[in-house]
């Protein structure tokens, strides 16, 4: 069964720090990885996904298909980093999303 | 950009009744439309994926005559709860994929209170 999780709920840290979101995955054949960021009373929006190899807002992820994770990292964070991010996972075809439980980032002053 | 609306954004409604839930693409061509529930504090839970002109998809557990979805055209779905209870009170969110790009883009959510 397809599966996407995120161990923690929160996670706080001091502007300037590193920061890394974990997300392990399960999944039967290949899969897309995607992060979503929900800021304070916004919508949901792709941060990045892993076909596209980008770095958006300092964010960057890799998909580790031997250890079935898709961590997102920023080696300095900043205090408008601070939000939902939810990892997600799709087939090749699109045709579903499934969305781990959510980390929220606190970034400290 | 790619702008997805629902309407209403918040519905109070009597146990009982039904309530229809639109989500509209406005500038682009929707073949899917995906909808979640989120519950409080919680993740988003993949109820149903639509396709234009065929039916949905439900995810197990979810009650298709009880959460009726339509994919009329290519920019609108719309999500229909049945005699609604208080337990349905939730905050549903919808989705949609332009033409296999993959990307989903996101409404703003409707907050469906019954009393």
């Known amino acids: 069964a397809q599966r996407v999780t995120q161990p923690e709920k929160l996670l706080s840290v001091f502007k300037g720090a590193p920061v890394e979101l974990k997300c392990n995955y399960s999944y039967s054949g290949s899969p897309e990885l995607f992060w979503y960021v929900q800021y304070s009373r916004q919508r949901l929006q792709l941060l990045l996904r892993?076909?596209s190899r980008e770095s958006i807002k300092g964010f960057t992820a890799d998909l580790n298909k031997g250890e079935t994770s898709f961590h997102l990292k920023k080696p300095f964070a900043q205090e408008e980093d601070s939000a939902m991010y939810y990892c997600?996972?799709?087939?090749?075809?699109?045709?579903?999303?499934?969305f781990g439980s959510g980390t929220k980032l606190n970034v400290k002053p | 950009g790619a702008v997805v609306s629902q309407h209403p954004s918040w519905v109070i409604c009597k146990s009982g009744t039904s309530v229809k839930i639109e989500c509209r693409s406005l500038?682009?061509?929707?073949?899917?439309m995906f909808w979640y529930r989120q519950f409080p504090k919680q993740s988003l839970m993949l109820m149903a994926t639509s396709n234009e002109g065929s039916k949905a998809t439900y995810e197990q557990g979810v009650e298709k005559d009880k959460f009726l979805i339509n994919h009329a055209s290519l920019t609108l779905s719309t999500l229909t709860v049945t005699s609604a209870h208080p337990e349905d009170s939730s905050f549903y969110i919808c989705?949609?994929?332009?033409?296999?790009?993959?990307?989903?883009?996101f409404g703003p959510g409707t907050r469906l209170t019954v009393l």
């Open positions: 500038d682009f061509q929707a073949t899917t």
């Open positions: 989705s949609a994929e332009r033409q296999g790009e993959g990307e989903q883009f």
């Open positions: 892993h076909i």
């Open positions: 997600a996972l799709s087939g090749r075809n699109f045709n579903k999303f499934y």
